[in-house]
């Protein structure tokens, strides 16, 4: 669940297959651009060869069939007495939520870092890590300490003792964050390409086969039976082809968008693969006395890839990628950023990429030519491999504005200690924001709000401060600017299907600093940026008032935890839900992603730091985390929300394995038998 949480390339492939309709090839690029500075990664004319192909179904609304929806949600709709079918809509809009953002990774992400003693007031190592993900309550995780005696497994190998704490996963028996006595770790996700989409051709003659390398096949079919209460059973069949299983059989997207009689779209994923030792890694991870150990462990990790940093209290600090990473051909020219032909076998994978040749840094070099070799290492969802590498992970890397950002704040500092750690967690800059904002103050709008919200900008820097007006009016003029220019190029329908979990900011940066005419027709950028401008003063005086003195990016920008599924139901989400006012944007340290595309709260934090944690080497007892709800699932708990407000204030709680206060405490013992009966 966590790979398919953080995995995104199968949604951004099928993007950029629904974008070629309306865009060519270059067109697509300036849309969806590689990373800064690179070529795209796939040579082939995209758009030609799905025109050449067929690809695409008559007409441009949905399809009947997926107009009406699934029988399950039929079934499910008729659940009697309205509190009931609330529920049912709640767990519809969850489920719904989950098969889209499991489509994209734009924005998700964390960050890490370790800073080496050399770097440090005390001359151990420090490490900091805040794994950004969806927002929910109960949280995504649960802090616990474990211990284990040392044993032997069932086949008499020998078992290392277990002593670590940090945060667990339900379901996982190992802490798959945090430390032990002697090493401290922190993930961030790699993002590498392990998901492919393959256009599948049916058989013409024969609807029950596709077409191979070797000619055509059946589709494998099973069936699946869902019961409903109070009606008949649903029963559902389900293919796959030898690259995974069909996705347009369910997904609504896919029939809105394919010519499902002459093509289906089948998902080859590294993490649907039976060879998962990542429990092994996990248990190892918890029993490492060094880095070396840590790593060692970490080569029986699978899914989904992680940047990992590490260190130990005898100074060493270390990054690694860990997990499976697919190889392709060298005469893949679509290399998995856009659904490839599944008969043809250059598309195919071709092995995976060994451990030993993961992206790696062990102090003294750098993934970049110089990071350990200056005594600290960072990753923020960055390209994490150097110039020259021979692999190709992905070109979806995440925008660097984090890390650049990290890498500022740590260099600022010449000795740092848990406190200027902690600092750098709450940093609000955003240079995304710098980037752009010169267009934004030099728009010049007839709006009668104009001149108030100007002087709300002056001075403004780009901190995304939840008691100021000025992040307000950026994050609304860009989210309009984004709807101006894009919308008349692939017109509303795929622009609502593609927007909010991603925000095209990479796109709009481009246009504007090009002052591309293509984009900006039938006006000038300036004109767009202006006239943006006046829209989003519109929508700010709608929802906040004739004032912008009293608008407060906070307001808008509350962090929800959300509860799943009974946040979707009214009369339950003031229960369940969890809100409190956060600062950040997509782009900072402190992030504060908000989805641009909801309809209902658009600026909302939804995805921001599930976890924050400081690690001092020099005594891991002295380590602090806090995460953003509270330790109890129980919803009436005082445990339920408290940790909310110190968490947006960006504060911490002791992370000990021996507190010198125990607040409960409880000893088991067996009891003695009793006398046997004479």
């Known amino acids: 669940m966590m790979a398919l949480d953080l995995g995104g390339n199968w949604g951004t492939e099928f993007a950029r297959l629904s974008v070629a309709r309306t865009l060519d090839t270059d067109r697509l690029w300036q849309l969806m651009p590689p990373y800064p500075g690179e070529k795209p990664a796939a040579s082939a004319d995209l758009a030609a060869l799905y025109r050449q192909l067929g690809v695409y179904r008559a007409g441009d609304a949905g399809s009947t069939a997926a107009a009406q929806g699934s029988t399950a949600e039929m079934a499910m709709h008729k659940t009697a007495g309205p509190l009931a079918r609330q529920i049912s809509t709640g767990m519809l809009a969850w489920a719904d939520e989950l098969t889209r953002n499991a489509g994209t990774n734009e924005g998700k992400g964390s960050n890490n870092w370790v800073i080496a003693g050399s770097r440090t007031v005390s001359g151990k190592p420090l490490l900091a890590n805040d794994p950004h993900l969806g927002l929910s309550a109960p949280a995504i995780w649960y802090f616990a300490g474990l211990q284990a005696p040392a044993g032997k497994a069932s086949d008499g190998t020998p078992m290392a003792a277990i002593d670590a704490v940090g945060a667990t996963l339900p379901g996982l028996p190992f802490v798959v964050l945090g430390r032990t006595d002697k090493v401290a770790w922190g993930f961030t996700n790699t993002g590498p390409d392990v998901q492919d989409l393959y256009l599948e051709q049916i058989n013409p003659a024969d609807a029950t086969q596709y077409r191979t390398p070797e000619g055509w096949v059946p589709f494998t079919v099973r069936k699946e039976t869902i019961r409903v209460k109070g009606e008949a059973d649903v029963v559902l069949q389900l293919r796959s082809t030898r690259h995974g299983p069909v996705l347009s059989d369910v997904q609504k997207s896919h029939a809105e968008v394919l010519d499902l009689g002459k093509y289906v779209l089948a998902l080859r994923w590294s993490a649907l693969d039976d060879d998962n030792q990542t429990v092994l890694a996990g248990l190892k991870t918890n029993q490492s006395k060094s880095v070396d150990e840590l790593f060692a ?329 806090i995460y953003q709800t509270g330790q109890s699932g129980l919803v009436f708990s005082p445990r339920y929300r408290d940790m909310s407000t110190t968490w947006a204030d960006t504060g911490y709680r002791a992370l000990q394995r021996q507190p010198a206060r125990w607040a409960h405490s409880l000893t088991l013992a067996p009891a003695t038998p009793p006398t046997a009966a004479r």
Request: aromatic residues 10%; proline residues 6%.
């Open 297 to 625: 462990g970490l080569a029986h990790y699978h899914s989904p890839m992680q940047s990992v940093v590490a260190a130990d209290d005898q100074g060493h600090i270390r990054f690694k990628a860990a997990g499976r990473v697919p190889l392709r051909d060298a005469a893949n020219d679509i290399r998995g950023v856009a659904p490839s032909p599944g008969w043809d076998a250059r598309y195919d994978w071709k092995g995976w990429l060994p451990y030993e040749q993961t992206p790696q840094d062990d102090g003294k070099g750098s993934v970049d030519g110089a990071q350990g070799a200056r005594g600290w290492i960072a990753t923020a969802n960055q390209r994490v491999t150097a110039p020259g590498y021979p692999h190709f992970l992905t070109q979806d890397w995440a925008l660097p504005y984090r890390y650049e950002r990290i890498a500022q704040l740590i260099e600022a500092t010449p000795k740092h200690d848990a406190a200027s750690m902690q600092a750098i967690h709450r940093d609000v800059a955003s240079l995304a924001t710098r980037r752009l904002l010169p267009h934004l103050q030099q728009a010049q709008s007839t709006h009668a709000l104009a001149a108030a919200a100007q002087k709300e900008l002056q001075g403004f820097d780009g901190v995304m401060d939840a008691g100021r007006a000025a992040p307000l009016i950026f994050v609304a003029w860009t989210d309009e600017l984004a709807r101006g220019l894009i919308i008349p190029r692939i017109g509303e329908g795929r622009f609502k299907a593609t927007y909010g979990k991603r925000d095209y900011r990479a796109a709009i940066e481009g246009i504007l600093e090009r002052n591309d005419s293509w984009w900006c027709q039938p006006a000038t950028c300036a004109e767009q940026s202006a006239a943006a401008l006046g829209r989003a003063l519109d929508r700010l005086q709608a929802a906040y008032g004739a004032d912008p003195t009293q608008w407060r990016w906070g307001t808008a920008h509350p962090a929800l935890s959300v509860h799943r599924p009974f946040g979707n139901v009214p009369a339950l989400a003031r229960f369940f839900d969890v809100s409190v006012p956060s600062h950040g944007d997509s782009y900072t340290v402190n992030v504060g992603q908000y989805n641009a595309g909801e309809v209902k709260g658009p600026y909302v934090n939804r995805h921001a730091a599930s976890l924050r944690a400081v690690y001092d080497l020099a005594d891991l007892e002295q380590s602090r985390f």
